[in-house]
Structure formats: structure tokens, C-alpha cells
């Protein structure tokens, strides 16, 4: 396949477990980006204030944000993103948390052809 017939467009898919270690700093620092958006209206910003007060993966979820992850790639612009966050019970020793399993799977069907780069940390 030409480069001319291949899309433009690219589905980056992330998926990251993270330890929250201080849970408190981590509501403080959502309370502030809440505070510091000037274009939010007060009712929006009560509501996010109460959801990041209640919720450490609420907080969590206003804090990451895609266009900082692509911002500073060169020759990209961010057309669509959506995220969002859960808490969850991690069990690193479990089968269940195998990284490259989707890709083993996806690897089979291409049959051979070139697929995406995958990473882990851990």
C-alpha cells in the first residue's frame, strides 16, 4: 500500500495503571486546575470541584490530558481524544494483567503484517 492510500489518521491507544500514592496532593492539584481555567462557569466548576473532592480517579482524570501526551510531537495536531479513569483492583502477578496480550491476539490476524509499536513499564 502507497503512502498516498494509507489514512492520515491514527488511533493511539493508552492504557495505564497508575499507584496513587498520595491521593490528597493529587485532589489539591485538580482543585487548582479547576481554579485556574478562566473560561469555566461557575456551575461547571462546582460541580468538577465536588467530583474531584469525592473521587481520587475523578481528580486524576482532570489532571491528564491527551493534547500535553501529542503536544510537542512534530508534524501531528490532535484531532479527537477521550479518556477516563476507575478505580481498580492491580494484581501485577495476575495473567489478567499482561500487557501484550491484546497484542498477541491483533499480531496473529495481521498475518504477518507490520503493526504498531507497544511498550509497557514494568
Known amino acids: 500500500m502507497s503512502t498516498e492510500e494509507t489514512s492520515r489518521y491514527v488511533r493511539l491507544r493508552v492504557e495505564l495503571v497508575l499507584e496513587i500514592e498520595n491521593g490528597d496532593a493529587v485532589t489539591k492539584a485538580a482543585l487548582r486546575r479547576i481554579a485556574a481555567d478562566p473560561e ?3 456551575s461547571e466548576r462546582a460541580h468538577a470541584e465536588s467530583a ?15 493534547f500535553d501526551l ?4 512534530p508534524g501531528v495536531e490532535l484531532q479527537q481524544a477521550s479518556w477516563s479513569s476507575e478505580p ?8 489478567d494483567w499482561d500487557l501484550d496480550e491484546d497484542d498477541v491476539e491483533e499480531d496473529d490476524e495481521a498475518d504477518g503484517e507490520e503493526g504498531g509499536r507497544t511498550g509497557g513499564i514494568g
Request: aromatic share 6%; charged share 30%.
Open 88 to 95: 481498580i483492583d492491580y494484581d501485577p502477578d495476575s495473567p
Open 70 to 73: 501529542v503536544s510537542e510531537v
Open 52 to 66: 474531584v473532592t469525592e473521587d481520587t480517579a475523578e481528580a486524576l482524570a482532570y489532571l491528564v490530558d491527551p
Open 40 to 42: 469555566a462557569p461557575e
